[in-house]
C-alpha cells in the first residue's frame, strides 16, 4: 500500500515510500564501490554513514537501500534533488544532500544498492504479525481498504518503480504510511489507500512486511 501512483491500494499498495534515503553527512566509514568514479564512491561513502555498510542500515530512522529496486532509487533520489518529494523527512536530509548528484552518479549510486544483499526480515508469530498478513493479503474489504500485495509482491520484493518493503524496518515503513495518509508526503493513490487505515492496522501490516 504504499508508492509510487498508480493504481488504488490494491494494486499500488505497498510502496510504503520505503526510501526516504538520507545521504546525511553523518561521519563513518563507507563500503567499497566498484567503480572508479570517485564522486559515486564518495556518494555511497556519505550513505553509508547512516544507512550503514552495503546499505544495511540498524536505525529505523533511515531505511534499509541493499537489495532496494534500482528504479525506484533513481526516481527518489532525483525527486529529492528536483525537491518534487517535499515531506519533512526528505527536506531535513535529503534536499541538501541530493541538490549536486548528476543523472550518472544516481544511476551508479542506485545500481550499487540494488546489486546488495537485502536484509532478511525477522520472523515473527506474533498476532500483530498476524492480523497484518491478513491485510497485506485480502485488504479489508469491510472498510474499503484494498489488499497491499499486488504492486510489491506476494514476498513484497518489488519490481522497476514499485520499492522492496519486505525487510525493511519496521518504524520506518510505519512513518511513511502516516505520512501518505496526511498527505505530509504528498501521493494521491496512497493517500487513499492509507487515509482509513487505523494507527493499530499500520502497525499490524509494517510488523507483517518486517518479517518477510
Not at 28 to 46: I, L, M, N, Y
Not at 108 to 135: C, F, L, N, R
Not at 136 to 154: K, L
Request: net charge negative; with cysteine.
Amino acid at each position: 500500500m504504499l508508492d509510487s501512483g498508480r493504481r488504488r491500494i490494491a494494486s499500488t499498495p505497498a510502496a510504503f515510500g520505503l526510501v526516504a534515503l538520507s545521504l546525511t553527512a553523518c561521519g563513518g566509514a563507507g563500503p567499497q564501490v566498484a567503480s572508479t568514479d570517485s564522486t559515486v564512491a564518495g556518494t555511497v561513502h556519505v550513505c553509508s554513514s547512516c544507512h550503514g555498510p552495503e546499505g544495511r542500515s540498524i536505525s529505523p530512522t533511515f531505511p534499509r537501500l541493499a537489495g532496494q529496486q534500482k528504479d525506484y532509487l533513481v526516481a527518489q533520489l532525483q525527486a529529492f534533488r528536483d525537491k518534487t518529494r517535499a515531506d519533512p523527512h526528505a527536506q531535513t536530509y535529503m534536499w541538501g544532500m541530493a541538490a549536486r548528484l548528476s543523472d550518472p552518479t544516481i544511476e551508479a549510486v542506485a545500481a550499487y544498492y540494488a546489486s546488495q544483499t537485502p536484509v532478511a526480515g525477522q520472523p515473527s508469530s506474533s498476532p500483530e504479525a498476524a492480523a497484518g498478513k491478513a491485510i497485506f493479503t485480502d485488504g479489508i474489504p469491510s472498510e474499503g481498504v484494498p489488499a497491499c500485495m499486488s504492486c510489491p509482491g506476494e514476498k513484497g520484493e518489488g519490481n522497476g518503480p514499485i520499492p522492496r518493503l519486505a525487510g525493511q524496518h519496521q518504524a520506518y515503513l510505519a512513518r511513511q504510511l502516516e505520512a501518505f495518509a496526511s498527505m505530509a508526503r504528498a501521493n494521491e493513490i496512497m493517500h487513499e489507500n492509507s487515509k482509513d487505515l487505523t494507527p493499530e492496522q499500520i502497525s499490524e501490516v509494517t510488523a507483517y512486511l518486517a518479517t518477510l
